[in-house]
């Protein structure tokens, strides 16, 4: 038994070594490498590669060692990377319509893979069914686009790849309760700070910002004046910060330990940042994902929670109309209630009617790098035919095909499948196994709107049911 233990001992502290040994090196041979690069590039490109590596190596440190705060550090470059580089466009006076610093939470995220790489031998089976069958369809996907979309399927492909590998980063990597109710707090504290940012933006319109408007020609997030702006806070547009904001409402909501440092004032401070984004379908999200964590929560649970959510709207209630610039606001929610009467309702039809004949007569498929962000590598900079794509199940058996749509919506089935089994086991766990089946449900639920798995999206998507997935497993393996 002693020589075990000295044998376990010695494998540990080979195992120290070795990763202090390959940070030793990279930290030597890493400033070789970027002043060489740096001096092929002009001098805007190395300014930009210079602020992605400061965003990026911290992230690579927290892989390394294997530490929690990973996540949390790459949603923080999630929800800044488009406010910098927007401040890096507006002191050097140029807009520039395709960044390195777009690429700069991916590469943090990417950094993910080093613990998952580690510890992937330590995933249960159904892990590896799952993975089957999104690994089928972005194959395929990615097959298809290659050959009619160039480049534009290696961006699409990262925006898919790297958000799903939370999953396995969960299924590898211990994390006790504790550690789980950080995660969500901090989650929560960005999304407030993101929140006071947004609402300063509505208010004052900083400089950056309006530059940014000026220059990227989108005519859906209004004027760059005071209370005439739909505000995207440090995102880079309205929908992505309604999406990121209603992913950290609802556990703010639902859960006292999970609702931030400043409590229902945070809360209260998110939902009017929310407001002034006018993305109606956010609201749907936050909907959907609070009837699933109620719907599934205990008797007791419901009525208190109910409860509390109608003080709160009797609050918003009051609060909103006296706010600055409330008759934008209520009139973008009074549609809600005529929704036959709203043009971007009526566009959302239109889109349904003229695209579907497209995927009927193409169910092969136009492969990843056709819908979204992607289009602009092969695009002068600017967004394709498809770049803009307002509901999710178009954009998703336009990406992948009807047989790639399958095997996509077949990982998604076993995902609630697994997620349900946990809901109904009915332990302690069980608020983090309802915490990801309502993220599943309301990611689901706005593919009426927008494809919400790639991306920064998918990001927060995937981390939420990662929790859910393999909270319960990996606090076993960790006893």
Known sequence: MRNDGRLQHLVMWNRRSLSLLVMGAAACILPLIIGFISAKMSPTMSQQGAIVLALVFPAFIFA?????????????????????????????????SVSLLSIAPLLASTMILIPVLRGIHQAE??????????????GYGSLIGVAKNGMGFAYDLANYIIPLMILPYFAVRPFDVRDIDRLLTTYANIAVAVSL?????????????????????????????PLEIR?????????????FLAGALMPMLMEKRWRGSLGWFGVLLTLVCLMTT?????????????????????SKGKWK??????????????IVPKLPGAEGLVARMETLTSIEED?????????LNTMLPTVIGNPVGQGLGSVGTGTKLDNGGDLGEMGIMDNGFIAVFLT???PGAIFFFAGLFLLAKKLISRITARNSFQPYARLGFAAWMGACANLISDNGFPGLRGYVVWTLIGIGLWAKDAMAERR
């Open 64 to 96: 390394v060692i294997q530490s929690k705060a990973l996540i949390p550090y790459t949603l923080v470059v999630w929800a800044i990377g488009p406010e910098i580089r927007r401040i890096s466009d507006w002191m050097e006076g140029t807009y520039q």
């Open 125 to 138: 089976q159904p892990l590896a069914r799952i993975a089957l069958y999104f690994a089928v369809a972005l």
């Open 197 to 225: 940012y947004g609402i300063i933006q509505y208010l004052t319109v900083p400089p950056w910002d309006a530059f940014w408007m000026n220059h990227v020609e989108m005519n859906s997030i209004g004027l760059p004046y």
């Open 231 to 243: 505000v995207f806070s440090t995102l880079n547009s309205p929908g992505p910060c309604a999406f």
């Open 278 to 298: 006018l993305v109606r379908s956010a609201w749907l999200l936050v909907f959907v994902m609070l009837l699933a964590y109620i719907l599934t929560s205990s």
């Open 305 to 318: 929670t109910i409860l509390q959510l109608v003080i709160l709207g009797a609050l918003l209630v009051y």
């Open 343 to 351: 043009r971007s309702y009526n566009d959302r039809l239109d889109l």
């Open 400 to 402: 992948f095909g009807v």
